[in-house]
């Protein structure tokens, strides 16, 4: 009996000791929003640790990374981020990175044309690529290529979870297209804070206007605010919606300024724009936030 215990505790011991070895030598991936870890971490598999920065209801046009966050960054053995200026105050330190490893844009390999260009510039494109769920589909093989680079013995797993995670995106873009459908097209308008709809719009067939232009570092005024509502009183919008990166404040004077000239419209729920939604949301995945999103707006506005 003596002896049985003993086995028991060395077998503890060792056992502890290889698995803490193991979690010291792990590759760590870093990655600036949710919605690109969460599709990082279904391609890269349980064994990788992988990091977002920018947690929920965090805004990534305005964020900056941290002592802490750069810190963590500098250990990655590889980074992932959006692109087309979506991290708009984090292309230093991102370019200072990739001196050392491999710093990657999810959506280097989207061709061009599929992209909505920004007024009045040439090469400058609306970074929210995710609200078109064929186009996000896109950025599974540069992941899927990038982590093999990196890591050459599991691209085997990366390749077979790319595969599941594009038949997933396949059906949810399908899916969509479908939700969007059931809303009569003469009440397919959607409101939100800022300009982040666009490819959603593009893409299903709904018309998009945001409060704030694409990025949230240009400040929105009376002059906009009036704007929206000369728009929601001819066109008879009935719902607005608030994003859970952006301050509530701008569509509630937008609500108020409809009910002040004896409108009516209502605040039809909380989309996630640009961040994934915390662990109890029910939008803390990339697809659940994608289907919170679309369940909201069709409930609101037909
Ligand atoms: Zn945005």
Redesign the pocket.
């Known amino acids: 009996m003596k002896n049985l215990l003993w086995m028991v505790l060395i077998f503890l011991v060792v056992g502890c000791s290889s698995d803490s070895s193991k979690k010291a030598s792990q590759p760590l991936i870093m990655t600036t929003t949710g919605m690109i870890a969460d599709l990082v971490q279904n391609i890269a598999g349980p064994d990788y640790v992988v990091k977002g920065l920018m947690g929920p209801g965090v805004d990534?046009?305005l964020f900056k990374a941290s002592q802490g966050d750069i810190q963590n960054l500098a250990s990655a053995d590889i980074i992932f981020y959006n692109g087309l200026h979506l991290e708009g105050k984090m292309t230093e330190i991102l370019e200072k990175m990739s001196a050392s490893k491999q710093v990657v844009a999810v959506s280097s390999e989207i061709n061009p044309a599929r992209l909505i260009p920004l007024q009045g510039a040439s090469s400058a494109y609306d970074p929210?690529i995710w609200f078109n769920v064929e186009l996000w589909r896109q950025t599974i093989p540069v992941i899927q290529e990038a982590l093999a680079e990196s890591f050459p013995k599991d691209h085997a797993s990366f390749e077979k979870n790319a595969a599941k995670m594009d038949s997933l995106y396949a059906d949810l873009h399908q899916w969509v297209i479908e939700q969007v459908a059931s809303v009569p097209e003469t009440q397919r308008k959607l409101i939100t804070a800022?300009d982040?709809f666009g490819y959603f719009g593009k893409a299903y067939d709904i018309e998009v206007y945001g409060l704030q232009g694409?990025?949230?570092v240009a400040e929105y005024g009376v002059n906009d605010i009036n704007r929206m509502v000369d728009l929601i009183l001819d066109t008879r919008i009935r719902a607005v919606f608030v994003e859970t990166s952006v301050p509530q404040r701008s569509i509630e004077a937008v609500v108020a300024g409809v009910r002040a000239r004896g409108g009516t419209v209502n605040i039809g729920g909380t989309l996630y724009?640009?961040a994934l939604g915390g662990p109890d949301s029910g939008a803390d995945t990339y697809i659940d936030m994608v289907r919170h999103n679309v369940q909201t707006i069709v409930k609101a506005l037909k």
């Open positions: 990534p046009h929210h800022h982040a694409i990025s949230t724009s640009d």
